[in-house]
């Protein structure tokens, strides 16, 4: 609520504004921009040449016809050929890195298995990736704008620390100076770090990297992996709830007196559709793929999204798993008449949640008011 | 996106600020309401009159030591004893209308069956009830600043339509219209009113009246009525999805082909313990409980809220229903290990809706950017 003056915030904000207009519609010229933000044309003036000379800008080559002044305009572009990112997840059993156009295009990526669990080995293991996707855009001469790093627990917004990773056996983590430190030694220059659960970062990808322009809001993203977890994107940011574990839809209970899950409860959709329980020599995928669709059956409803979005490891190592939920969910919807939600595939496939690591840098640019 | 330049809408942003400001911090005067909002003194010292003469605010009695200076200053604080709100709940067998100060003490209210389904003569009923309760405003010297009204159904947030309030048999019934002639008729005078989904008004009721000011957020209010839906309130305003479907929780499944519910599909939340289903001679009210726990442990995992507010007629009716939903949340809640999360009946009880139809009008008032 307060206004702090502060002309740096305000710059931000508004070289924000023109990036998030440009992408948006491409193209656009200083004076459609000053129209568009309603900023005087000698503020995108200066802003634009600051764009172009931190290389988030380029003008395009063709001149269009103009204003009705006769005079040519320049068309604006973000440059996709000057910075990229790079997006890592740390997950239960591998670790991923995958570099990131601007644009959402992954130019290069890795997976190996996690060798040792403990926090600074996997920073280790994970900053050896990093430099070696840093080496191959430098060869593309392409700049590095920021790293992004998922993991599959709970991350406090405010202060970076991993309050919970179950499966890890992480609690109160304090993983962003280990990950410095190991980049560091890795020789990977000193860019802002990121740190996201991974369901929430594969959202964040999702959103960011949409073909229309990141639209689908509200978006739900559904990780079904060694756990079962949500991203949620909405009003134009992630939701992640009072302590920042919002999405724990992997112990909503879909079963009175169920399963036991892991967590100790009966009946969770994890019990369910779990990797572990899909492990199991007796496991039947499609029971676990009507389950699923419950699951999202019961998103749909509760978040009226625009879009449900499912990936995760389980989902690509059995097809029928996301077959059958969205059979399921299609039956839901005609026993209640209604035309069913929009469900699809996670685009990144397994890549979902280190790409979307890597979108967290460019989301957290764009919107620095949140 | 775009900076209109607009001073009205500029001038509605700041007073809502200082109103904001002054909410959860009564008292403050001139000087710290500039040092709080950013402002200068000369604009707040404007906005602060024009305030005062519109009736929002007025100056304490008292006045302080003051500052450095030693000048004494005069506190402000929100004037409650000028203007009032009326709600309204349009629901499925009874209208209730409630009239509110603005810090939300109930200073009237009334309940009637509803006599007639149609929207026009809907409309007249309560209008009618607006007006009594509007003379009583009037003999206690009471302006009215707005008239809020709920409806069992979606409402479209942008043309104001009911989409469809299926229990009411409403299908895009432009509610505004009707409402406006029949106040008019009625010789309520001309004031803003709000119409909303009532789930949704009571959620907001719970989040602007609450003792210690608007800062329960996330909070998710479930309404136990003739249906079974939710109110969410997150980011400082209200969630409605999409389409304005959000909260639609009475149909989540709660169990595979269970029984069937009135929309068509099976093992609906509202199956188990919606108005109709606990209204069978054979009814379970304890079993009924489960399974609203079972529903408040899904939202709490899902939502990580910081209070979730349970409502509606069919907890009026059956206190069993509560006790027993919080007994089940608490063993899930051990049976994880967590602390359970924090679960409260609605402050308002049955005239939540109504409450909440009017703390809208506030809402709307003091977020002039939603």
Known sequence: MKATGDQQLLKRINR??????????????????????GLTKSTVSLLVRELIDDGWLSESDATTPGDGMGRPSTPLVINVGMRALIGVEIAVQVVRVAAVSLGGEVLSSAIEPLLDKSPGAACRQAAVLVAQAHAQLVLRGLALSGIGVGVPGAVDDQSGLVRFAPNLGWRNVDLLPLLATSLAAAGVPQVPIQLQNEADAAALGEFEFSPEGAGEDPLVFVNCDYGVGAGIVLN???FIGAQGMAGEIGHTILQVDGPRCSCGRRGCAEAFFGERTLAQPDADPLRAGTFLGVLLQNLWVTFNPRVIVVGGNSCAIHPELLEEAMRTVEKFADAAAMPPPLLRAARYGALAPAVGAAAFVLHDYLRPMN
């Open 16 to 37: 924000s504004v023109l990036l998030r207009l440009l992408r948006a519609q491409p193209g656009l010229s200083r004076a459609r921009l000053a129209q568009e933000s």
């Open 236 to 238: 134009d940011r992630l």
